[in-house]
């Protein structure tokens, strides 16, 4: 493949208790993980394939990216990214499509790094100074105990981590349960911080939405400067009118994206005014590559960025913007976002009063540890 060498494995990580949204039930993480080798230097990129369907992904980085860029000049990385592309036309140029692009691009931005010596966030023009992050959580889990008291537990150890902005989960419940949970987060935050509702695409329509809004928001009560930091995914990600008349009719404001793929999608988004902050997720809507793209766009519009999971990548993104607000981070201890389990203790993010340390290794500054990988049985 113009001089590079591409291997995928998928890794499913389980998760060690029952866990779920307000769509499903958790039992395993999918990732993806592709490494390209060029001169005996090798790149790392990964994707979230979901609970299931990691075999998906990988098959169409072997069987279908692979031979779209064999002809390509390794060097050139965006021109890589529009093969691929291209590639995808008849098979969909989404959903599996576009995390396997994901990954094969990140890990050609990770070699960039390395070649020349670089983190990624400084090769993208970033500095190394540490980023504001939020805990996030707050899922259901039934073995936690009463909902209300569950999520204010873990509030009070997400501030004991250093935190002071949290998001939980809501629209697994009815909306006076996660109404109560809200109450309990906002209390255990006892006036400082700011607290993301994430509802997973949960309600079924605007009135629907727009009612549950209305009581988290009293839930919340006027606190100053605690209350409800944003809204997010309340509706189908396909819904974007919807989520732009749901952004007119209530106070929280509206965040969305983490499913949308490509700058087109998020172009849409910008233009109807559908959320005031976007979610892109490099492991989803196309890589490092991509990622840029829209960053640049929400740059030229004023519009708030807040990447949705993979801080190990997302770090060094928003050092390279200037409309970033906050990065997710998952404590791996919640056995939540569990991709950390493969990755070398040492190459962890790390952390310290609420902000993350952006890794100073060349590329992105991961390595995954095969000791972990062999206990799982991930192999090439």
């Not at 990385?77 to 989404?94: C, D, K, N, P, Y």
């Not at 909902?147 to 809501?170: C, L, Y």
């Not at 732009?244 to 994206?257: C, E, K, N, S």
């Not at 840029?292 to 990548?313: D, I, Y």
């Amino acid at each position: 493949m113009g001089g590079l060498s591409v291997t995928v494995r998928t890794a499913s990580i389980p998760l060690a208790r029952p866990t779920r949204i307000s769509t499903r039930v958790l039992g395993a993480r999918e990732f993806v993980l592709v490494s390209v080798e060029r001169d005996g230097m090798v790149g790392t990129g990964y994707t979230y394939a979901g609970t299931s369907g990691g075999s998906v992904v990988a098959g169409m980085v072997r069987e279908v990216l692979v031979t779209a860029i064999d002809s390509c000049d390794p060097d050139d990385i965006v021109g890589i990214w529009e093969a691929m592309f291209q590639e995808s036309l008849l098979i969909g140029r989404r959903g599996a499509a576009l995390r396997a692009m994901s990954a094969v691009d990140m890990a050609l931005w990770d070699l960039a790094g390395k070649r020349a010596g670089l983190p990624l966030a400084v090769l993208l023009g970033g500095s190394l100074q540490p980023l504001a992050a939020y805990a996030s959580g707050g899922y259901y889990r039934p073995d936690d105990g009463e909902w209300a008291d569950a999520v204010a537990r873990e509030i009070s150890e997400n501030r004991a981590a250093g935190f002071t902005d949290h998001k939980i989960k809501v629209g697994g419940l009815s909306v006076a349960d996660d109404a109560r949970r809200v109450a309990a987060a906002i209390a255990a935050m006892e006036g400082e911080g700011r607290l993301a509702l994430d509802a997973n695409n949960a309600y079924r329509s605007v009135a629907e939405a727009a009612k549950a809004a209305a009581a988290f928001e009293r839930a919340a009560g006027d606190t100053g400067d605690t209350g409800l930091w944003w809204f997010e995914e309340p509706l189908s990600p396909e819904d974007v009118s919807g989520h732009a008349r749901l952004r007119d009719r209530i106070q929280t404001p509206i965040a969305t994206g983490e499913i949308a793929q490509t700058r087109h999608e998020f172009r849409t988004i910008i233009e109807l005014g559908a959320a005031d902050i976007i979610q892109p997720d490099a492991g989803v809507l196309g890589g490092v590559t991509e990622y840029m793209r829209v960053v640049r766009t929400a740059e030229t519009f004023g519009v708030q960025v807040a990447p949705h999971w993979h801080a190990n990548v997302h770090v060094h993104l928003a050092a390279a913007s200037t409309t970033g607000i906050t990065v997710e981070h998952f404590e791996l201890s919640k056995d939540i976002y569990n991709f950390e389990r493969i990755v070398t203790p040492e190459t962890r993010l790390a952390y310290s009063g609420g902000m993350l340390t952006i890794p100073d290794r060349p590329g992105i500054g991961i390595e995954f540890d095969q000791q972990a990988l062999d206990e799982l049985g991930v192999a090439v």
